[in-house]
């Protein structure tokens, strides 16, 4: 169950509260002074007044009311919204909204006053474990994960989209060709055996080169950043984390970035287009220069990054109830960034809080007669009663949640669609679009905070977006295509791949004996011995 908000705005009037309230009374009092007033056409002026008041008050962009836009309308007005790396008159420098400043002792970004650290974390085939096993990832891997931040830490989950670099498994083919040239060398081969197996191999290396450099495909990579002030305790945070995640029945493999890697995920943050290889010429004084864009521009609706437009949402509303991996819904759109940002929050804070929104939904439950808005706030009364039950009898704790998503302008059709379609609400963010930036940024700035969620450990472990298809075995050769393409290798053993053996199955004339032969010529090709 995901809680309802624990912030609650406390309405004196079917649906005013006192903000609305106060303005009301101040509109009025200007109304009175005009028709009071002894001016030429003060009546038609006092006419017009009451009604732009009216207007004021009719919810239009988000749910909010019309004063509220025209308030975030007046604010950005008076933003700068040019941003340049090297600034010229009428800009302003990005860093002003890119606060991170350099890689740190080649392991961790440094902020001036405060850190950060990042787990990749490799996603695994969740839909293939039963509920037992999904649950145990959840509670005692990622659960775990959660309860080694401190009280002065902020995370995040990110999800970025970017190119696949198949460096690795080109090398691989090379090196298995060049160790087939060693045994014609040697005498274990002949020039027979090499010549037909050499087709085998520039078909795979042809394969993996097009997709490396032409025909690009891109992947959802994801991460844990953890900021702190504290390098040591960062350090202890994250390694903690690994820890935990690696002690679930099906483990989690993370890997801790550093140097180039940790300037390509900052790069990566901003534009999915960029060629990473060009860091190998980089020194490594310019690896914060190179991972920060040229110029920023933002509109009330959207902003441009280099030449590219993206707009950013944010999770308003949550489904009531949810299931495991219940965050993969969001975090596998397609050509969107996505990050979920958390603290924890102060436990007797937490239940203060709580305490005071319990008495005014039961305020409001005294005073509505509408029969669907009672249901309604019954429901919001029964979650936030379960959630201070949970803090005050078991180990849970509350974190101050923001959900972030960030997506291509081509993308944002889809991106709405799906929410709303899996049951979340989300707000376009009209005129607050550089807030919405900073706070998607890596860093620990949340300008947005009165959109956060009081969420529970349970239930933010139970988010668990670290979910995919891939299968890309470091050693592996191609056979197909899935989400990604597949690299396999049969003769790998971990917890899950205990043996070698394989069943083929499928329709008359499904391919079978056309995989068959395949894998048969593709384990020749690397000398695997066939009987």
Not at 238 to 246: F, Q
Request: charged letters at 25%.
């Amino acid at each position: 169950i995901v809680p309802r908000r624990t912030k609650v705005k406390l309405e004196f009037v079917r649906g005013f509260t006192a903000i609305d309230l106060l303005l009301a009374a101040i509109a009025a009092v200007v109304l009175i002074v005009l028709i009071a007033a002894n001016f030429s056409g003060h009546i038609w002026v006092a006419m017009v007044w009451a009604i732009f008041a009216i207007a004021m008050f009719f919810k239009i962009a988000d749910s909010d009311r019309f004063y509220v836009t025209i308030t975030h309308l007046v604010r950005f007005s008076m933003q700068k919204k040019k941003y340049e790396k090297t600034p010229k008159s009428g800009k302003s420098n990005i860093k002003n909204i890119i606060p991170f400043e350099s890689i740190y002792q080649d392991r961790c970004i440094s902020y001036g006053n405060y850190y950060a650290e990042v787990l990749e974390v490799k996603p695994i085939l969740f839909e293939l474990l039963n509920e037992y096993s999904q649950n145990n990832v959840i509670d005692i891997g990622f659960g775990n994960a959660l309860r080694r931040l401190d009280d002065n830490q902020v995370c995040e989950i990110v999800k970025i989209n970017k190119a696949m670099v198949l460096d690795n498994f080109a090398y691989n083919e090379n090196r298995k060709y060049d160790r087939l040239l060693d045994q014609l060398y040697e005498h274990q081969m002949s020039q027979e055996e090499v010549d037909a197996r050499a087709p085998i191999f520039e078909e795979r290396v042809a394969f993996i080169e097009d997709r490396n450099r032409n025909n690009k495909i891109y992947k959802d990579y994801f991460y844990l950043v953890v900021l702190g002030k504290d390098i040591e305790a960062l350090e202890n945070t994250v390694n903690g984390m690994a820890a935990s995640l690696s002690t679930a029945l099906t483990p989690v493999t993370t890997r801790r970035l550093t140097g180039s890697e940790l300037a390509i995920f900052l790069r990566a943050n901003y534009n999915r287009e960029f060629n990473e290889r060009e860091l190998e010429s980089v020194p490594f004084s310019e690896y914060i220069n190179w991972a920060t864009p040229e110029k920023i521009k933002f509109s009330s609706a959207r902003y441009n990054i280099d030449g590219n437009y993206y707009r950013t949402y944010a999770i308003t509303e949550y489904p009531l109830q949810v299931g495991n991996a219940w965050g993969a819904s969001f975090f596998l759109l397609d050509r969107t960034k996505v990050v979920m940002k958390f603290k924890k929050a102060p436990k007797f804070d937490s239940e203060k809080k709580i305490d005071k929104a319990i008495m005014d939904m039961e305020t409001r439950l005294y005073k509505t007669g509408k029969s669907s808005t009672r249901i309604e706030i019954t429901t919001h009364l029964q979650t936030l009663r379960n959630l201070l039950a949970e803090l005050k009898n078991n180990n849970q704790q509350l974190y101050d949640v923001n959900t972030f998503i960030t997506c291509e302008e081509a993308a944002r059709k889809d991106v709405k669609a799906v929410l709303k379609q899996e049951g979340f609400r989300y707000t376009e963010l009209f005129a607050r679009q550089i807030d919405a930036f900073i706070s998607t940024g890596i860093s620990m700035r949340d300008n947005i905070k009165e959109l956060q969620r009081g969420i529970p450990t349970y239930t933010l472990a139970g988010v668990f977006p670290f979910v995919s298809s891939e299968l890309q075995d470091e050693n592996g050769f191609y056979i197909g295509d899935n989400e990604y393409p597949v690299f396999v290798d049969f003769f790998k053993r971990d917890a899950q791949r205990v043996n070698s053996n394989m069943m083929i199955i499928g329709k008359s004339g499904s391919g079978k004996s056309f995989a068959t032969k395949t894998l048969l010529e593709n384990f020749s090709a690397d000398n695997t011995k066939i009987f």
